[in-house]
Nanobody, 124 residues
């Protein structure tokens, strides 16, 4: 089992950058593929980005491709989401999640463990 805690959210202006972090507990973090998801008010939770257990494979939603970068540091049990050129439509609660199975997946239902979320608000 793994516990996840997100941080780094906040209020920024359009065009700004933010880096989200997700710290994981436990000694098995490196066994999990990790994903970032987001949920805006009144909308379903949606996939943002994912990274394989060893960092060798990544996947992005079309809406963030070229602007967001997911990375991980297994020595620090942490996964990151660097968000550049933020837009008002990026406003949402951002969640990190862990998936025990292979290959890298993007469906919400595929992920086993979730953090509590961190709010990102982008003003125009």
């Amino acid at each position: 089992q793994v516990q996840l805690v997100e941080s780094g959210g906040g209020l920024v202006q359009a065009g700004d950058s933010l880096r989200l972090s997700c710290a994981a507990s436990g000694r098995t973090f490196s066994l999990y593929d990790m994903g970032w998801f987001r949920q805006a008010p009144g909308k379903e939770r949606e996939f943002v980005a994912a990274i394989s257990w060893n960092g060798g494979t990544t996947s992005y939603a079309d809406s963030v491709k070229g602007r967001f970068t997911i990375s991980r540091d297994n020595a620090k049990n942490t996964v990151y989401l660097q968000m550049n050129s933020l837009k008002p439509e990026d406003t949402a609660v951002y969640y990190c999640a862990a998936d025990r199975q292979r290959p890298l997946r993007t469906a919400v239902a595929s992920y086993d463990y979730w953090g509590q979320g961190t709010q990102v608000t982008v003003s125009s």
